[in-house]
């Protein structure tokens, strides 16, 4: 008899995601296959060997990565597979240092067309710091490598990972369906280049919860083509905050809608919670969103909509075409780093509709702190501090 534990995940009042965790799956170690836990011996032959007899086999399956560091070059795990399959990771997989290895694919562990894959606990080091150099010196760099994705996958669930130093993006989620990622622990220097923690796009029914998120860039960000996200209980700094966006990249663009950011803490980022999209054309948009609940520590700017936004290499400087619209802030207090701690930098051709704020308290420690608004309609209820300009 086949004995279960169900995991259920309560994603929002109007649905939930249930993982089913099998207890007598077939059990394979990668060392069986040949994978040595040297950590300088390349064991990504003797993985894809342990994922080729895990996804042909009809029962579900447990990968093992026992203890000790095992050193991977760029791999793709390709699905679908034949039945469920569960990583269960006691130690420690690691890139090579010579980013030139992983190739130009801006991938490092990839599952590609996976369904009811889950990673259980473990380390993933990206072994960033070389290739960081690389960018900060202007050099003709390879594209970062995403530490782990998940591409045209349904039913992903990671937890209780470690990712250290990844190249680029820590945990990058595309074109997916029922993802959750919970109890991670992401880190890496405040000043590595487009080190997401979390990146979503092109995907729904993503949860995200219980995270410690310490990066050069944003902790999460949502892209575009994305619904039904679910944030909460997130410590998220150092870094640039939780990010929608940016959006606006290309003038037919996907919208982002339906996405809440709750019970979460930010400490010293550049951002706490932010909608930005490029100051060009596009149909994009950016709907119903609600941050609330959350607490800003010595945070920049504490709720901030950018429709300007631009890089060094690239300012437009046009009017944004992202449409956004529906976006409520509840509860948020906390301090501010500057004196706007609440600021709303809207499209002049397409103003910012339908904005709430209710109870809100950011303080700036050095004098009185102000509100800005630019091409923008709402209201506000409750105390607001400070004045709010809605």
């Known amino acids: 008899m086949f004995h279960k534990k169900i995991h259920i995940f309560l994603f929002s009042a109007t649905f939930i995601i249930i993982f089913f965790e099998t207890s007598n799956a077939v059990s394979i170690n990668v060392v069986s296959h040949g994978a040595k836990p040297d950590g300088k011996q390349d064991s990504t032959k003797h993985f894809l060997s342990a994922w080729s007899s895990a996804c042909k086999s009809n029962e579900a399956s447990t990968i093992y990565v026992p203890q000790g560091s095992f050193l991977l070059n760029q791999v793709t795990f390709w699905g679908p597979c034949m039945n469920k399959i569960d990583f269960k990771i006691d130690g420690t997989i690691v890139a ?17 067309k996976v369904n009811r894959v889950s990673i259980y606990g473990g380390t993933i080091d990206g072994k960033g710091d070389d290739y960081w150099h690389c960018r900060k010196a202007g050099k003709s760099c390879p594209p970062g490598a995403r530490s782990i994705s998940f591409s045209w996958s349904k039913n992903v669930l990671v937890s209780g990972l470690t990712s250290l130093n990844s190249k680029s993006i820590h945990i990058a989620v595309d074109h997916c369906k029922n993802v959750v990622i919970k109890d991670v622990n992401i880190k890496a220097p405040s000043r590595s280049p487009n080190t997401d923690g979390i990146n979503v796009q092109f995907s729904t029914l993503v949860t995200i919860s219980h995270a410690t998120i310490m990066t050069g860039d944003d902790c999460i960000s ?20 939780i990010s929608i966006g940016s959006l606006g990249s290309y003038s037919n663009e996907a919208g982002v809608e339906n996405v809440t950011v709750t019970d979460s803490v930010f400490t010293k980022t550049d951002n706490g919670v932010r909608i930005k999209s490029w100051a060009k054309p596009s149909n994009g948009y950016a709907r119903d969103i609600k941050f609330r609940n959350l607490i800003m520590q010595n945070v920049y700017n504490p709720i901030i909509i950018d429709q300007r936004y631009c890089s060094k290499r690239e300012c437009p400087h046009q009017s944004s075409g992202v449409k956004i619209s529906g976006v409520s802030y509840e509860h948020i207090k906390g301090t501010s780093a500057s004196p706007v701690a609440i600021k709303f930098d809207c499209s002049q051709s397409n103003p910012c509709q339908g904005l709430k704020l209710k109870d809100i308290k950011l303080v700036y420690l050095r004098g009185s702190g102000t509100s800005s608004c630019k091409n923008v309609a709402g209201s506000s209820t409750g105390v607001v501090i400070p004045k709010s300009c809605l």
């Open 222 to 241: 949502i892209n575009q083509g994305t619904t039904h996200v679910w944030i909460e209980r997130i410590a998220c700094g150092p870094g640039h905050g």
């Open 96 to 112: 090579p240092s010579n980013y030139v290895s992983l190739g130009n694919s801006g991938y490092w562990i990839l599952f590609m």
